[in-house]
């Protein structure tokens, strides 16, 4: 495996990430921001963002498989979620627990969540990036 995730002595351990991933693959494998579209692009979850961060996720997922990766392979996520609140953390995880059980896996690689103001749709709620390194 190319990537071993590490929650380091003297960092805080979050149960839903590892604060760092070491890479020692020969292959990148950047996806581009997946938002809540299925694959005729109709948004999937209008107004309701845990339904998007789960299809942001599988849309990761599928993108991943196609370039011969898994959430395995992940060394970075970027979460991009609109006028974020804390109170919105429930559904985000909410959200990433429906599509592990989908996808049969945990993502788990370090991860940043964001908030802004807009994105490219704006029924779209939440947009999610991946970093893979594999062998």
């Known amino acids: 495996m190319a990537i071993t995730l590490v929650n380091p002595a003297g960092l805080p351990e979050i149960d839903v990430y590892r604060q760092v991933s070491v ?4 292959r990148l494998v950047f996806v581009a921001g997946q938002v809540a579209w299925d694959a005729e692009g109709a948004t999937v979850g209008a107004g309701d963002l845990a339904a998007q961060v789960e299809q942001c996720y599988v849309n ?36 990433i627990a429906r599509a592990s059980a989908r996808l049969g896996v945990t993502p788990a690689a370090p991860a940043t969540l964001l908030g ?11 947009e999610v990036e991946a970093t893979a390194v594999v062998d």
């Open 116 to 126: 802004v103001a807009a994105l490219d749709v704006p029924e779209h709620l939440v």
């Open 60 to 95: 990761v997922g599928t993108a991943l498989a196609a370039a011969g990766a898994t959430f395995a392979d992940v060394a970075k996520l970027n979460v991009h979620v609109v006028d974020w609140t804390p109170d919105k953390m429930p559904l985000l995880l909410d959200g």
């Open 23 to 26: 890479a020692s693959g020969t």
